[in-house]
Nanobody
Framework: VQLQASGGGWVQAGGSLRLSCAAS????????MGWFRQAPGKERAFVTAITWSDARAFYEDSVKGRFTISRDRAKNTMYLQMNSLKPEDSAVYYCAARPFRGVGTVVRTAASYDYWGQGTQVTVSS
């Protein structure tokens, strides 16, 4: 499975960006996809995840109410709508996928994901 992330860029604080992640095939139909981010000098951190079958969403506390994850099963694509962006949201954003659903801490753990996209840079200026 190959994941192709896109949509990053530069935006001023308070602005919005929409990230996309296209999966190469449909073998993830029973699994979960997610977004992680990594800022310079920091570890890769969980942002949000969504179960492919029923679109159950999970969010890291700092993005709740600002970010929205969604998926389009027909297009095999996951999206991340990011609103009210803050400078601390600046990072390389990676999309990831796992073929099995998972809940709770599993979907928030990078090591539980089998497939990763190449990353897309998000820069938020103050």
């Amino acid at each position: 499975v190959q994941l192709q992330a896109s949509g990053g860029g530069w935006v001023q604080a308070g602005g919005s960006l929409r990230l996309s992640c296209a999966a190469s095939d449909r073998t993830l139909s029973g699994g979960t996809m997610g977004w992680f981010r990594q800022a310079p000098g920091k570890e890769r951190a969980f942002v949000t995840a969504i179960t492919w079958s029923d679109a159950r969403a999970f969010y890291e506390d700092s993005v709740k109410g600002r970010f929205t994850i969604s998926r389009d099963r027909a297009k095999n694509t996951m999206y991340l709508q990011m609103n009210s962006l803050k400078p601390e949201d600046s990072a390389v954003y990676y999309c990831a996928a796992r073929p099995f659903r998972g809940v709770g801490t599993v979907v928030r753990t990078a090591a539980s994901y089998d497939y990763w996209g190449q990353g897309t840079q998000v820069t938020v200026s103050s």
